[in-house]
């Protein structure tokens, strides 16, 4: 989803370009080590010089890459194939409650049904099975279209309340699905009914733990906004709030946010759409459940924007949110186990100039964990309690020198103050530090973002990748963001020093930037080798070290001046090594791509098309949902539908091969 419609890129007029430009001259002049604005740059000393290491990533990809698309289909390389595996209001067992074309399931049916807005998603081998042939799909559900969820569409402005029906089922389409999955002797998947199946919504209860607990309590019900996600060796799934700030809201009309709120972008309407030049909330929860009313002392904005922990096997497991990993606009979690043990989590907060964080445990994994008679259940969120609820968690500067720090957030550390007292609302306890992330991330000096989404680590060369979508409103290029009109994105790649991810020091260069290579101009050029594509978002390295690439330009920008030639959202992949970049699947319209996983046999790939049909303006049409886009079902389907999608080889070889 875009963050908001005030961060839509546009291609800049000439005078601002021209400043831009000058701006960027003088910024390159100044700053060694930018090659990678001209041309791909390898590493002067990592695994790109390493002869295994390119022997293995020669023939990473051979599959035939595909044009830009405007076709209203997903579209994949010769040799493959794209089906529907679970759509929005898709049931959870595979067989009840049925999806209505017209939107008319109620709020209940809404709770065993898939949600909207497909997002994150991992792969599970449930004990005992064959894990390439049946497994378990965690998928997060990021947010609603409030047209397309309802018969009639978004409701007329206050003081008519949101019905209470329509909330109950607006906040069952949040959250993240568990769904077991199975492979026919077709080759063919499909949502299977299962024991372990299973909706975790905004209504779910959960707890909290880790150093928040002392200000925001122990419990809260719901999980919303659920972007991005991640995995832990101990096999739990960890889902990622994102744009929380978008459900809460007030009627009261001089509410005004607090310092704190403010930083997280709280304010009176929340998510609000445009309607014939009206602000129109596009929530309003806190008209029928005052935890989410901004006016309300008790509300629960501060239990929200949090990694939360679930264990996928069993379906009576209490999610947790996991505090000490910080509270921001979390995008995905990427996870990775020191050589000593420690844990840590390196995590984007996506908006304009917020920053990179990494969290590193104090608690160390043993990878052999004891496991209890009833299995894996509830032994996976015993071993998070012990190591996700306590550590140290920092946020990355980014130096001109191609070096980078990073900088631990605690009180009386990197100019974070300490609280003095119950009333100082500007000092920091170690509670602080994990509900005012962002605050505390700001004075320690983190290096402000092109909108920092997924990360993801390379298998063998424990290199950290992480995609910057966009950023049109930067007042000024640094090393790490070059572009000041930077409406294509890049992906900026680091290693640790020594190699150790409890690193306090790091090496950095950008690795690719969005657009298109031929570009005349130089300050739009793309330094890729191969395909084009613009505003990254979605990345992960797959097993054999493929960095697989998904985008999200915005709607409002697709096929506009600037992306005539980039068509829908699309896939890629890229090796690393090469800086080579080949297309592999394309979007219907109005769609982005986002979220990617694997059988461990590599034959089938899941991916998610998250709102196809989603209009230039964010608003969908109550009277007409085909409007922009029929995917997936042509119109006996009744509307688009955010689908979870399998791709695979006729042959039934590995992706990619
Ligand atoms: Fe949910 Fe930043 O994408
Ligand atoms: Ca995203
Ligand atoms: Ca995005």
Request: aromatic share 8%; proline share 7%.
């Amino acid at each position: 989803m875009s963050t908001t419609k005030n961060q839509v890129p546009t291609v800049p007029p000439m005078r601002d370009l021209i400043e831009a430009m000058a701006s960027r001259r003088a910024f390159i002049q100044a700053v060694a080590g930018t090659s990678a604005m001209a041309a791909f740059s390898e590493w002067p000393t990592a695994h790109a010089a390493d002869k295994d290491e390119r022997a293995a990533t020669e023939t990473l990809f051979q599959f035939r890459g595909i044009p830009t698309s405007s076709s209203d289909t997903v579209v994949v390389p010769d040799g493959y194939v794209a089906e529907v595996l679970y759509r929005w209001g898709d049931p959870i067992d595979g067989q009840s409650p049925a999806f209505k074309g017209d939107a008319s399931n109620t709020a209940e049916d809404q709770e065993r049904q898939a949600g909207m807005g497909h997002d994150g998603m991992e792969y599970f081998a449930i004990p005992g099975q064959d894990p390439n042939q049946r497994g378990l799909l965690a998928i997060n559900h990021e947010y609603t279209d409030q047209v397309l969820l309802f018969p009639d569409g978004v409701d007329p402005l206050p003081p008519a309340k949101m019905p209470l029906e329509k909330v109950r089922k607006s906040k069952a389409s949040h959250g993240v699905s568990i769904v077991e999955i199975a492979k026919d002797t077709q080759g063919r998947w499909s949502v299977v009914p299962s024991q372990r199946a299973r909706r975790v919504t905004a209504d779910t209860p959960a707890r909290i733990s880790g150093p928040a607990t002392v200000k925001i309590g122990t419990s809260v019900r719901g999980t919303v906004n659920n972007c991005a996600a991640g995995r832990t060796p101990w096999q739990t799934y960890l889902t990622c709030e994102e744009n929380f700030q978008s459900v809460f809201g007030t009627n009261v009309s001089d509410f005004q946010p607090s310092v704190t709120q403010k930083a997280y972008g709280l304010d009176r309407l929340g998510f609000f759409y445009k309607i014939d030049g009206n602000k129109v909330p596009a929530y309003r929860w806190w008209e029928q459940d005052p935890r989410f009313d901004l006016s309300d002392p008790n509300n629960d904005s501060e239990r929200f924007g949090y990694v939360v922990e679930i264990d996928p096997m069993d379906p009576s497991s209490v999610p947790v949110k996991r505090t000490a990993l910080g509270r921001f606009r979390h995008e995905n979690a990427e996870l990775t186990v020191a050589p000593d043990g420690r844990v840590v989590v390196y995590m984007g907060d996506d908006e304009v100039d917020q920053y990179v964080y990494k969290f590193v445990s104090e608690g160390k994994w043993d990878s052999k964990p004891s496991t209890t008679a009833s299995g894996t259940s509830i032994q996976g969120l015993r071993v998070g309690d012990s190591i996700l609820d306590r550590g140290k968690i920092y946020v990355a500067r980014f130096d001109a020198d191609g070096t980078g720090t990073w900088l631990e957030l605690a009180p009386g550390i990197n100019n974070i103050p300490k609280k003095l007292s119950e009333k100082d609302i500007e000092g920091f306890d170690e509670a602080d530090i994990c509900v005012r992330t962002r605050e505390a991330a700001k004075i320690a000096g983190a290096t402000p973002m092109d909108r920092p989404e997924w990360l993801s680590i390379h298998p063998r060369s424990r290199e950290v990748y992480v995609s910057l979508t966009n950023n049109k409103s930067r007042h000024a290029a640094d090393a790490a963001n070059p572009r000041v009109q930077n409406i294509y994105g890049h992906i900026v790649r680091w290693k640790e020093s020594d190699n150790d991810p409890t690193a306090t020091r790091f090496q950095w260069q950008v690795f690719l930037f969005g657009g298109n290579p031929s570009h005349e101009d130089p300050a739009y050029r793309s330094n890729a080798k191969g395909d084009f594509f613009a505003c990254p978002d979605g990345l992960k390295f797959d097993a054999a070290g493929t960095l697989w690439i998904q985008t999200d330009m915005s709607s409002s920008v697709i096929g506009k001046p600037g992306f005539e030639e980039i068509g829908h959202n699309m896939m890629l992949a890229a090796n690393p090594s090469t800086g080579e970049t080949r297309r592999f699947l394309t979007g219907p319209k109005g769609c982005e791509i986002t979220g990617m996983a694997m059988t461990p046999d590599r034959k089938a790939m899941f991916i998610n098309i998250q709102h196809p049909g989603e209009p230039a303006d964010e608003l969908s049409d109550a009277a007409d949902p085909f409007k922009v886009s029929q995917w997936p079902d042509g119109p006996k389907g009744g509307r688009p539908r955010s689908a979870t999608v399998v791709v695979r080889k006729l042959d039934g070889d590995v992706i990619g091969s």
